[in-house]
């Protein structure tokens, strides 16, 4: 019954090809159910004037990345389409650097992308990517229709349910869609989110037909995931084509399968496979922005050695590191890694290898252009970089080179108030650009110039850049043009127009408000209490400067894009002293500090690395913090310690001008004041004719400035009635989205427990060896940078990791004891919160200006201290980097608590294991050991016989022995005359001559009473013979163990030649033995070659 609703459903949207639009229909049914034998396929599969594409999602399969529709474009292409494929891609806008990947597929040849992609334009390629997609499928449509019938529909890729959703709105005819889901079969969990868009569209047209139960369960004894190969060549060419088609969720989706069953279920893969697996994997990672994933995997590679390509592999491995790091914000350890690249490289003489490295290199001095305005100042590039890139066609990173490594000097940014060709370079890097089609790189590049001119002071120029760029989106309701908006803005205010700057920022949060972005919110707001500063609203400053601190805590926050924490605390302590606020100047101003501390600190030391960038100038935070200071010296009376800071502002005011225009005028004022408290009439008069001409200027220069740029720019849609966003909408918003990251993080972390339980779930490792690779992957996953962990003994406390670079001693160590001791449910403390100060004892061992952040957990058994972990974020060179987490809080300390709990429990099993083994051990030694001499007795000859079997058997050694069959001589005259303590020091004494004789090359077991077995790993007769001239000889140097025996006695004793101890020696050689019976077949035949010596002549050996 269900085959026949099915098929109406067909029918219906092939009728509707070329009327209908949208025209698409969801089936849903439950059980099992293939559409391979339904009558309206197999029909309209021969009817010429329908291009049909039927296609089942298998499971058990690797699903590829627009699945099938990439197919489709090809085969639609060649049937239907006339001219060559480049010339149908270019009709068809794909993105040039898309190009590569596409014809390859066409011509499966496997040609993949020239250029690396770039973290800052992951978002902007896929979705290039997918509109490509969506015009060449309906430009084949537009000429022939097409029908798609995609059943299972719910085992399809991330990538094609994106495309699929497009198609939903899409209003072209002649394409039709039916799409099939069985209700027993459960997506992965991360593409739900696509699902449930896709679905809701489906729900609100009323195109889902429930069509009822196939009759058809799916076979409980299948495991969907076996029949997959993923060691082999097709699956990884399957992964790498979600890779160069950007589908890299999915792609992670299935490696994290991988993975987990490599580690967890222990598949087998051999080494090449899993290293290039893994090598796919950290590069996945890196674009996903899952940095700590990356680097763990990272670690796994370390681990494979594959031989004759320890360089190229040392290479990829090393290069990939320094990428993360990059990105996670460590320039300095990414620099490092990049140049060991680059010397790899070179030795493996790899020109295209040499070049990456020194790319990477110069994108590192960049931050790999991630996240930034602009470079404070120009990057030295060399030209031979540059050749490379053209030579290698590396254009749009030639293209970023060219607009963020140059002209990056305000003197030239303002020649493009007369031409942008001016700007030698960045017009270069825009035009390589437009022949790309990179929109968002000239998105960014014009946000560059807006950035640079308005921070110094070129208004004009920053709106001119700001008109240019709004004209060029396509998409007016979008985050650019919240952007954008909120940059007119800032520059309106600037130049006085105050009320009508709050009239852009107005729009700016409802564009934001509606597309979700509390983060782009907070920046508005930061821009908005400068405006609220420059006409005195000092109140509506705070509340707007407190919603950027709220959001910024709850969204877990380093900064805003706008401005450095330190930045913020300046300002909400400026605003508090104007409020008459003492308390809460000086708290924020403590806050400052913190932050300006450690650039403060690295200044002194002449570390200006990471100074290229815009956030590292903090002339604008410095200040204000000195600005504030100034005015909490007036607050309390003292004009000469407000003269000293503001004499200091002033200097700082002075390199930061254009930042400042919110505060000039004030900041004139106040000193004015302070001169007239402290009756310096010569420096109010020059402070007061400063004022004036600022004035003057500003007024002149802006008001015509306002005039002309009026009627330019964008539009504001408060004439359209558009209520502005209420205190309470923004809040809940930001709630939900703090909600939505929380529960993401959760998630991660609770994905990552099963990992974290299989690396503490070892034994046979000692406890550093264990923790080493434990703390290695909790310092990577979590993103922290240093730690220590400790065990807490009687007299001692062991530490088991340190990377602090700190020496605990015991009186640092106690330090943190005691202050354990005093919390015994640990703490987070950062560089914001409010109890930082609370624990400046335990910031100030590991450097209080370089942490940021810190957690500590300690570990009490009946109010005794057993363990403790201290971990902490350092401050940053780069606070605008891909990892958004250096704030640590509680919710970070109760996970810490949770998983070194486990490793405490671990420990304690290791413990046990090593007692137990010890014990074992004795026990064994006991078994296999003569108690008397230390040497093996019987079973523990047998035993060591057995093993030797095992190895001629396995190969290890060559299946040979030479066996001595020892029986002592006069042994009964030294028992008899002076007892057996005599006798047992003979045996020893006989048993250390045997022993050091052989060594490492056989055993000695006492075989029973005074006989004695020498095993020796060779056939060798003349070997044999010498060691057995060797024990003579010793016998006779030891003189009967005369000396030993008096000592014993404690009196001198003397025993005649005839009497002294001595041995006879059975010797026999076997090879190729197989068995143990051919060891007691040996000692057989020694023992007869033993008797015929007693029988005729003692002391002596025969073979």
């Known amino acids: ?632 010296a007036v607050h309390d009376g003292d004009y000469e310690k407000a003269d000293t800071d503001y004499e200091k502002a002033e200097d700082y005011l002075s390199r930061s001008e254009g930042n400042q225009f919110f505060s000039y005028a004030l900041f004139q004022q106040k000193r004015m004041e302070c001169f007239k408290c402290l009756e310096n009439q010569k420096g109010y008069e020059k402070q007061k004719k400063t004022l004036e001409e600022y004035e003057r200027q500003h007024f002149s220069t802006y008001g015509k400035l306002a005039k002309k740029m009026m009627d330019t720019l964008p539009p504001v849609d408060e004439a359209d009635g558009q209520q502005d966003v209420s205190e309470q909408e923004l809040d809940v918003l930001l709630w939900q989205e703090s909600m939505v990251l929380a529960y993401k993080s959760k998630k991660h972390q609770l994905d990552f427990i099963s990992t974290w339980q299989k690396l503490i779930d070892v034994t046979g490792v000692c406890a550093e060896e264990m923790i080493d690779a434990v703390m290695k992957t909790f310092l990577n996953h979590f993103n922290v940078d240093c730690a220590v962990y400790a065990r807490c003994m009687e007299r001692q406390t062991q530490v088991l990791y340190n990377n602090t670079g700190i020496n605990l001693n015991e009186e640092r160590t106690g330090r943190i004891i005691a202050s354990l001791k005093r919390n015994p449910g640990g703490y987070a403390i950062s560089k914001i919160s409010s109890n930082y100060n609370e624990h400046q004892d335990i910031t100030a061992l590991f450097g209080e200006d370089d942490v940021c952040s810190l957690v500590a957990v300690p570990y009490f058994n009946n109010a005794k201290l057993e363990s403790f972990l201290i971990t902490y974020v350092r401050m940053k060179d780069n606070w605008h980097s891909s990892v958004n987490r250096y704030m640590l809080d509680e919710d970070d300390l109760n996970m810490y608590q949770l998983l070194f709990r486990e490793v405490k429990y671990s420990l304690n099993r290791l413990d046990a294991y090593d007692k137990i083994y010890e014990m074992n051990n004795k026990l064994y030694l006991a078994a296999v050991t003569d108690q008397l001499t230390g040497i093996y007795n019987r079973e523990g000859f047998y035993r060591r016989i057995k093993d030797l079997i095992d190895e001629f058997s396995g190969g290890k050694r060559k299946p040979e022995l030479g066996l001595m069959f020892i029986d002592l001589d006069n042994f009964k005259h030294y028992n008899d005359t002076y007892g057996h303590d005599v006798g047992d020091l003979v045996l020893k004494e006989m048993a250390d001559i045997f022993s050091g004789l052989c060594e490492k090359q056989g055993f000695v077991c006492r075989y029973g009473g005074d006989e004695y077995i020498i095993v020796f790993f060779t056939a060798d007769k003349e070997r044999l013979k010498e060691t057995a001239k060797q024990i003579y000889q010793k016998i006779d140097q030891a003189d009967g163990f005369e000396k030993a025996i008096s000592e014993k006695l404690k009196k001198q004793i003397s025993i005649r030649k005839e009497q002294r101890i001595s041995c006879s020696i059975g010797i026999v050689l076997a090879e190729d033995i197989h068995g143990e019976e051919e060891i007691n077949q040996m000692i057989k035949r020694a023992d007869d070659l033993l008797y015929s010596i007693k029988t005729t002549k003692k002391g002596t050996y025969r073979i």
């Open 1 to 632: 019954m269900i085959e026949k609703y099915y098929d109406g459903a067909i029918e219906q949207v092939a009728a509707g090809l070329g009327t209908v639009e949208k025209n698409h229909l969801l089936v849903r049914y439950s059980g099992q159910f293939s559409v391979e034998n339904l009558n309206d396929t197999k029909q309209l599969e021969k009817n010429e004037d329908i291009f049909v594409q039927v296609h089942e999602f298998e499971t058990g399969e690797i699903t590829c990345a627009y699945e099938p529709y990439l197919t489709m474009i090809c085969d639609g292409f060649r049937r239907y389409m006339t001219g060559s494929f480049e010339e149908f891609m270019e009709t068809c806008d794909v993105y040039y650097l898309h190009r590569p990947v596409l014809l390859g597929y066409f011509n499966q040849d496997n040609t993949g992308r020239e250029e690396i992609i770039l973290l800052d334009e992951v978002a902007y390629e896929q979705e290039r990517m997918l509109a490509a997609l969506e015009r060449m499928l309906c430009a084949i449509a537009d000429r022939h229709p097409v029908l798609f019938v995609l059943n299972r529909f719910q085992l399809a890729s991330k990538s094609t349910m994106q495309l699929t959703a497009r198609f939903l709105k899409c209003e072209n005819c002649n394409i039709g869609l039916v799409l099939g889901v069985s209700d027993i079969q459960a997506m992965p969990e991360f593409l739900v989110p696509d699902w449930e868009m896709l679905y809701e569209t489906l729900d609100d047209g009323s195109k889902i037909y429930h069509i009822g139960n196939s009759g058809r369960k799916k076979e409980e004894t299948i495991d969907d995931e076996k029949y997959v190969d993923y060691g082999s060549e097709k699956v990884y060419r399957k992964l790498q084509n979600m890779v160069e088609f950007l589908d890299f969720d999915q792609a992670a989706y299935y490696l994290e399968t991988i993975e987990r069953k490599i580690k967890f279920d222990n598949l087998l893969v051999d080494d090449a496979a899993r290293f290039r697996m893994w090598l796919l994997f950290v590069k996945v990672s890196i674009l996903r922005q899952d940095i700590p994933k990356a680097l763990e995997i990272c670690g796994d590679l370390e681990k494979i050695h594959l031989a004759g390509k320890e360089e190229e592999c040392a290479y990829e491995q090393d290069y990939l590191i320094a990428t993360a790091y990059m990105y996670q914000g460590k320039l300095k350890e990414a620099l490092e890694m990049a140049g060991e690249t680059y010397r790899i490289a070179g030795k493996m003489s790899d020109d295209y290898r040499m070049f990456l490295s020194e790319l990477l290199e110069a994108k590192i001095q960049m931050s790999g252009w991630y996240n930034i305005f602009f470079c404070a100042q120009d990057v030295k590039i060399k030209e031979s970089l540059i050749q490379n890139l053209i030579r290698y066609n590396y254009r749009n990173h030639l293209a970023h080179v060219y607009i963020y490594a140059y002209d990056n000097k305000p003197e030239i940014v303002k020649k493009a108030n007369q031409s942008e060709e001016l700007l030698i370079y960045f017009s270069r890097g825009i035009r390589i650009a437009k022949k790309l089609g990179n929109e968002y790189l000239i998105n960014m590049a014009y946000q560059k110039n807006i950035m640079l001119s308005s921070t110094n002071g070129m208004y004009e120029i920053s709106l001119l850049y700001s008109v240019r760029t709004y004209e060029a989106l396509k998409d007016k309701r979008s985050i650019q043009a919240g952007r954008i908006y909120s940059g007119i803005a800032y520059n309106l205010c600037a130049i006085g127009e105050n009320e009508r700057a709050m009239a852009y920022y107005r729009h700016a949060i409802r564009l934001f408000y509606h597309l979700r972005e509390p983060e782009d919110i907070a920046e508005v707001q930061y821009n908005m209490s400068l405006n609220c500063i420059m006409c005195g609203q000092y109140e509506k400053a705070e509340f707007y400067l407190t919603q950027c601190m709220k959001a910024v805590e709850r969204l877990h926050l380093n900064s805003l894009r706008v401005c450095n924490l330190s930045k913020l605390y300046g300002l909400l302590a400026l605003v508090s002293i104007l409020e008459g606020n003492r308390f809460n100047c000086e708290r924020y101003l403590n806050n400052c500090r913190q932050f300006l501390n450690y650039v403060i600190e690295k200044e002194k030391m002449g570390d200006g690395f990471g100074t290229v960038h815009d956030y590292a100038k903090v002339d604008d935070d410095m200040f204000l913090y000195t600005f504030s200071r100034g005015l909490l």
